[in-house]
């Protein structure tokens, strides 16, 4: 059986004098619609409801997979980085994106199905909350509903933070994971090897009255004092070796010291020598690892004072004695000393009677540079100090990478590997070591200043051809440190020259037939530093505070649909037609939904107009008007007719 839908010749509609029927004798023309059958249960067919169905579940469970998500999150808290945690990571990457589409999807199901349940209750619904309900399916909607309905606060407030909700939970999805280094300890031992200036017999050749320098001990010490500036005054030797800092002279004996870096790098503080502790076993940690240990080690300490910036030559025995100083070299004048730049003479007092003696009494040096008109003497004193040194080392493959931390002062010093009895002790040792140390750098070009004497005055080119140094305005404190320096370098390169690196710092010292080894050892911390994942408790909480809710709405709204039995007409506007004076229409259809309805009536064509534009006060209304689907081609008087319908502002309705 077909039905049509009866469309009157004339498109608009009586006014209230006129004829309340909408069939007249005039001429209709009517349209077969093929899908308005007649009367119809509220049943849907299978494939509706099974499609319907299935996307509901879908959209149910939705919420489901951001709280395995945070669950999976807060089980990869403190992992090691892999691929299977950065995946999760993209994951939460695209949250921001997912959850408030999944959000909406789900709050705007549940305020439609909650606005339609509510209309099909026994007791009906007051419209204003019905407006309330059902246009808050978005956001933006809420908000409007709340600004401009304005009948019921509370609830639109409640719903509006109920859409709050969708970027807080996207964005702590977001958040769930970072990372973070953790540290793992681990203990063991470090070996270093003890500068007590035991004489192997290496640095020197030949008898004392044809000496030369070992061409190791030489090397060690001018490729030290050779290098640039900031490599002299970098945490590590020319070996990669740390060196040890000078102690302050006003720290106390037990305080602890942080040594100053910057001052260091600057060059306002200097280092014990510039040849560094060699260090061997860091290799009991795998990975980004910092190794944390003590070293104990001793130094002479020289403090100097400036007696004259210019004494004569043929004056020195009044400055000072044979038998303190060679005077023979000093009266000889510039010609016989200008290859050597200086000449030092040491004496060590006897502590015999001091063995045990917690602070031993400091040495003596005299002090000489030459100069053309005559010498500077400064006249200083040696200390031997003791340090403990805590050192830091963050090996790579192919660098130990330490430096000194912090330092104090050790008080007893009859360790015998602190201080160093045979150099400092024996005489004809300690003159073999001062008169080699002159030669060190020696240039035969006339007049010439020395390596060692041009470090001494603070000159940026250690190989200056200088000739002559004007030590007038010498910082005496500083003259003492660089002294200091120098002095110690030159001892341990001559002291056991051929012990210097021939093994890499991850190599563990071999044992010898006594069973054990030249190197002390020490314990050490290493603290090994590891990237692992970082689960944000605060976010996870958030989350998952954020998605019950959302799971709450989506059972909710997947429960209010099955209790709903009517056609779906809220918000479509092919609901309009319905009822519709205006829009005559074939009855029947009711069981239809809004979307079916569209389908049905998609090629009508419909204004909102003034129904009664030729009655005094108009009267606003959807109307149907004729198109060429309908009536074929517009006429010149359909056209007026149609434009007699417009709305004005100025006129009353």
Same mark, same amino acid.
């Given at each position: 059986?077909? $039905?049509? !839908? =009866? @469309?009157? $010749? *004339? $498109?608009?509609?009586? %006014?209230? +004098? *006129? %004829?309340?029927? !909408? &069939? %007249?004798? %005039? &001429? +209709? /023309?009517? #349209?077969? #619609?093929? &899908?308005? =059958?007649?009367?119809?249960?509220? /049943?849907?067919?299978?494939?509706? @409801?099974?499609?319907? !169905? +299935?996307?509901? #579940?879908?959209? +149910? !469970?939705?919420? #489901?997979?951001?709280? @395995?998500?945070?669950?999976?999150?807060? =089980?990869?808290d403190g992992h090691t980085i892999s691929s299977y945690g950065d995946q999760l990571r993209d994951f939460t990457l695209v949250s921001p994106t997912i959850y408030p589409i999944l959000f909406a999807a789900i709050t705007s199901r549940f305020y439609k199905n909650l606005a339609r349940w509510r209309l099909e209750s026994r007791n009906g619904i007051r419209l204003a909350e019905l407006e309330q309900i059902f246009g808050s399916q978005s956001l933006a909607g809420a908000i409007e509903r709340l600004l401009f309905v304005r009948t019921h606060i509370i609830l639109g407030l409640m719903i509006f933070l109920t859409w709050g909700l969708s970027p807080l939970g996207g964005q702590s999805a977001a958040r769930l994971v970072s990372t973070k280094v953790a540290e793992s300890i681990a203990t063991g031992s470090v070996y270093y090897m003890p500068l007590n200036y035991f004489y192997d017999g290496t640095g020197v050749r030949g008898d004392y009255s044809g000496l030369g320098v070992d061409y190791i001990t030489d090397a060690l010490y001018l490729s030290s004092l050779f290098a640039s500036s900031s490599l002299r005054q970098s945490p590590t030797d020319l070996w990669d070796l740390p060196k040890i800092p000078q102690l302050p002279s006003t720290i106390k004996d037990g305080e602890v010291y942080n040594v100053n870096h910057g001052a260091l790098l600057n060059g306002d503080a200097h280092y014990t020598s510039l040849l560094g502790r060699r260090v061997q076993g860091l290799n009991y940690a795998q990975g980004n690892t910092t190794y944390e240990f003590i070293v104990e080690s001793s130094y002479v300490d020289i403090q100097c004072l400036l007696l004259n910036s210019s004494v004569p030559y043929n004056a020195s025995t009044d400055y000072v004695s044979k038998a303190e100083l060679n005077t023979t070299l000093l009266e000889q004048g510039p010609w016989g000393n200008l290859f050597f730049g200086f000449v030092a003479n040491m004496s060590v007092p006897d502590t015999t009677d001091l063995e045990f003696a917690l602070k031993k009494p400091p040495g003596y040096m005299l002090f000489a540079i030459f100069r053309f008109s005559g010498f500077g003497l400064f006249n200083c004193t040696t200390q031997a100090t003791v340090l403990e040194t805590s050192m830091q080392c963050h090996p790579t493959s192919s660098s130990a990478r330490c430096q000194a931390k912090s330092q104090k002062r050790v008080s007893n010093q009859n360790n015998e590997n602190r201080y160093p009895p045979d150099i400092l002790t024996g005489r004809w040792i300690r003159q073999v070591l001062l008169h080699t140390w002159r030669l060190s750098g020696a240039d035969t070009m006339m007049g010439s200043t020395s390596p060692t004497v041009s470090y001494l005055g603070n000159t940026l080119d250690p190989f200056s051809k200088d000739r002559g140094m004007d030590w007038t305005n010498l910082n005496e404190s500083d003259f003492s440190r660089r002294l200091t320096t120098l002095f110690n370098t030159y001892q341990e390169a001559f002291s056991t020259p051929r012990n210097q690196p021939s093994t890499t710092f991850m190599d563990t010292p071999v044992l010898d037939a006594s069973n054990s080894t030249m190197f002390n050892e020490t314990a050490s911390k290493a603290t090994t530093y590891v990237e692992v994942y970082d689960t944000q408790h605060k976010w996870v909480s958030l989350l998952i505070a954020a998605t019950m809710l959302l799971e709450m709405l989506a059972i909710g709204g997947l429960v209010l649909k099955y209790f709903v039995h009517g056609p779906d007409l809220l918000g479509f506007a092919s609901s309009m037609t319905r009822d519709n004076p205006y829009i005559p229409v074939a009855p029947g259809g009711t069981t239809l939904d809004g979307p079916e309805r569209a389908r049905v009536l998609g090629n009508m064509r419909v204004q909102i107009a003034d129904v009664r534009s030729s009655d005094e006060i108009g009267y606003i209304a959807m109307r149907s008007i004729p198109g060429p689907d309908y009536s074929g081609e517009e006429t010149g008087d359909s056209r007026v007719e149609l434009s007699r319908g417009l709305l004005g502002k100025n006129r009353l309705y």
């Open positions: 059986m077909t $039905n049509h !839908l =009866r @469309v009157p $010749n *004339e $498109n608009f509609p009586p %006014s209230a +004098t *006129e %004829s309340d029927g !909408l &069939e %007249s004798d %005039s &001429e +209709t /023309k009517s #349209i077969i #619609i093929d &899908e308005w =059958r007649g009367p119809q249960t509220l /049943k849907r067919g299978a494939l509706v @409801v099974t499609l319907s !169905l +299935t996307w509901d #579940i879908i959209l +149910t !469970l939705g919420p #489901i997979c951001f709280i @395995v998500l945070a669950i999976l999150a807060l =089980r990869l």
